[in-house]
């Protein structure tokens, strides 16, 4: 039976905050199917046995689990189907056919170009030999979505969606033996596969999901809209979240795999939009009116009641791609600004020989070893067996934050006027860039989703006992300093009372750090430290808010952002010592204390700044190898003679 605590938690403590029982229910919807995917996982693998719920609220920070080694890359078949669907790519851009030129879907990726990935078995890559895919494992497809990003972000992100969050995912994980025979056809890209969950009014608001699906004779009767698809195609494959009902069944989200008719219809159409992102995708809304599926396209395996739960899994994995994702997009930014660098002329030097721009080049650098380290972490963690919960969300929300500052911050300043001039990737591409910061999850409703995963058991194991029993005394608030109070609450405080003695005295440790450069292994323990301190600073903000928490939705941001950043540093440190590369050791060194000056505050030193224009230099002069490979791209506008 499904643990109902998260789902009683939540709705009691809205409810006391004055929510509507409609609201207070539908926050309690969200953490019971929570709670549900969850227990999915064995226990060892779950939130609370995780490596970061374990570093803020237990004794030892697990540092090896914060330690990914490095993702054994692509071999033999699997290699070459890579390598051929890297230069397919290339031969399409340099023949113009890269894109769809008219029709319906111009401007959107051709279907000559998907055929010839797909007869590769590019969209097969996470897809078992014995289904005719690829067979990585996960941390190397994330290594492959990272190359493929660099030269053609859109066809990256269309393979994350079919692959990782699409209907590849659910078969694969939770499809039963007849529903996996799917696989095979979709190992070869036809048909394409998409995630549906979004709706106008929202996604995972489960009082507010209007999709429905009606179990009868033997079918599924499908009505309503989704919004915001993405890799909708003709005859394709959807993974769809809806409400269903049916004999012996109330209504409750699930998962369908609905095979989309080739022509629409009064049953089934679309509703056409232009996004100034995922421009190259093909993304609708999608209307359903009577359209029937067959029964046997519903999973639903025994040990999943609530279709979220698979979503749940799904989208930790889209995390995970989006920072792979954006690791490809930061290595094109800086390789382009290596090529102004050198190119643009000011008092009679090179801008790249002065401090600023090469200021700017180590930053972008950081940026880049900080996404590698968040998307191999990560992608390693889930092929272990971990939900991940905690630690895609945190990747996902630091590393698209990172893209940001350098699509904001760094990369149009670098190029000036130029970057305003719409042939130039800056103007082509900054809201494709601003939208990682929505999908896959929008930032801000993940940190508030991310604050309440862990704080969970903490909340229940201290909170809950006191705050019921404040209401069971009728008491219209607790006052720690009314010795009536205290009296009354003698049998629900002492153990919360020994929980903060104990952690403020700080006895906590960790696990051995493994042999790495003194000055990442410096940063690695400030991390640790700074990300144990947190379970202090939430709980007092827990104490001191009280129930009405859950509508301090800044207060909890600014808390996430801030225990974010301790474990951007030290994965990031962990990370680097991998590469034997003293420059990406550099850039590591740089990006951490970067980032706790920034939760410390003050000035950069003297130190930090020559740091900085080395690591510059080093990037100039072209030894920052994660660069190898990587297009410089063009200098718009150019001068003429």
Not at 195 to 212: C, H, I, P, V, Y
Not at 495 to 506: L, P, T
Request: with cysteine.
């Amino acid at each position: 039976m499904e643990s109902t605590q998260g789902k009683d938690l939540v709705t009691q403590v809205a409810l006391s905050t004055g929510a509507s029982q409609a609201e207070a229910e539908a926050l309690g919807e969200v953490a019971g199917a929570d709670d549900a995917a969850n227990a999915l996982f064995a226990p060892e693998y779950q939130t609370e046995s995780s490596p970061v719920h374990r570093t803020v609220w237990d004794d030892h920070c697990p540092v090896e689990l914060f330690d990914a080694p490095t993702p054994s890359a692509a071999q033999g078949r699997a290699k070459a189907a890579m390598d051929a669907a890297f230069e397919i790519v290339r031969r399409h851009q340099r023949a113009g056919t890269y894109v769809n030129g008219d029709g319906p879907y111009a401007g959107k990726l051709s279907d000559a170009l998907i055929a010839d990935l797909g007869q590769v078995g590019y969209y097969g890559a996470l897809i078992p030999e014995e289904y005719g895919g690829l067979g990585l494992d996960f941390p190397a497809f994330a290594l492959e979505e990272t190359r493929m990003a660099v030269i053609a972000p859109s066809v990256a992100m269309q393979n994350s969606v079919h692959e990782a969050i699409g209907a590849v995912g659910p078969l694969l994980f939770f499809g039963n033996r007849q529903q996996r025979e799917w696989l095979r056809a979709l190992a070869t890209g036809n048909p394409q596969s998409c995630f549906a969950l979004t709706e106008s009014q929202g996604g995972s608001d489960l009082k507010n999901m209007l999709t429905r699906g009606v179990i009868t004779d033997g079918e599924i009767v499908i009505t309503g809209q989704k919004w915001f698809i993405t890799n909708v195609y003709p005859g394709g494959l959807m993974c769809l979240v809806c409400m269903l009902q049916g004999p012996d069944l109330s209504p409750s989200p699930q998962v369908l795999i609905v095979e989309l008719p080739r022509e629409e219809n009064e049953r089934y159409w679309l509703t056409r939009y232009k996004l100034s992102a995922l421009q190259e995708l093909r993304n609708y809304g999608v209307n359903f009116n009577g359209l029937r599926v067959p029964l046997a396209n519903w999973i639903h395996p025994k040990n999943v009641s609530n279709g979220l739960t698979i979503a749940y899994h799904l989208l930790n994995r889209g995390r995970v791609s989006v920072c792979a994702v954006a690791a490809g997009r930061l290595r094109s930014m800086l390789q382009h600004m290596r090529l102004w660098g050198r190119t643009r002329v000011s008092m009679s030097k090179p801008i790249d020989q002065r401090d600023l721009p090469l200021e700017d080049y180590a930053r972008m650098a950081g940026l880049i070893v900080c996404a590698d380290a968040f998307r191999d972490w990560t992608a390693w963690l889930l092929q272990k067996g971990y939900r991940g919960e905690l630690e895609t969300g945190a990747a996902k929300v630091t590393v698209t934050r990172l893209l940001n500052e350098a699509m904001e911050r760094i990369y149009p300043q670098f190029w000036g006027g130029r970057a305003l001039d719409v042939c130039h990737p800056y103007s082509q591409q900054v809201t494709e860039l601003k939208a990682a910061e929505i999908y896959e999850g929008h930032n801000n409703m993940l940190c508030l989703a991310w604050f309440a995963a862990l704080t969970k058991r903490h909340g229940a194991r201290f909170m809950m006992p006191i705050f019921k029993r404040v209401q069971e005394l009728g008491l219209q608030r607790f006052d720690p300093a009314n010795p009536s109070h205290l009296w009354q609450l003698r049998k629900e405080l002492p153990e919360y009372g020994k929980w903060i003695a104990r952690h403020h005295v700080d006895l906590r440790g960790h696990t051995p750090l493994p042999a790495m450069p003194r000055e990442l292994a410096r940063y690695a323990r400030a991390a640790i430290h700074g990300l144990q301190g947190m379970a202090i600073v939430m709980d007092g903000a827990m104490r001191e808010h009280r129930e009405d928490l859950i509508n301090r939705q800044g207060v909890v941001q600014d808390l996430v952002l801030e225990a974010h950043q301790y474990i951007a540093v030290l994965v990031t440190a962990l990370h680097a010592r991998h590469a034997g590369d003293p420059v990406v050791e550099l850039a590591a060194q740089t990006f951490c204390e970067e980032q706790l000056r920034r939760l410390r505050g003050g000035r950069r030193t003297r130190e930090q700044h020559a740091r900085l224009v080395e690591l510059g230099r080093m990037v100039r002069e072209g030894r920052f190898h994660l660069l190898d490979g990587v297009p410089e791209g063009e200098v718009n506008m150019p001068w003429e003679a």
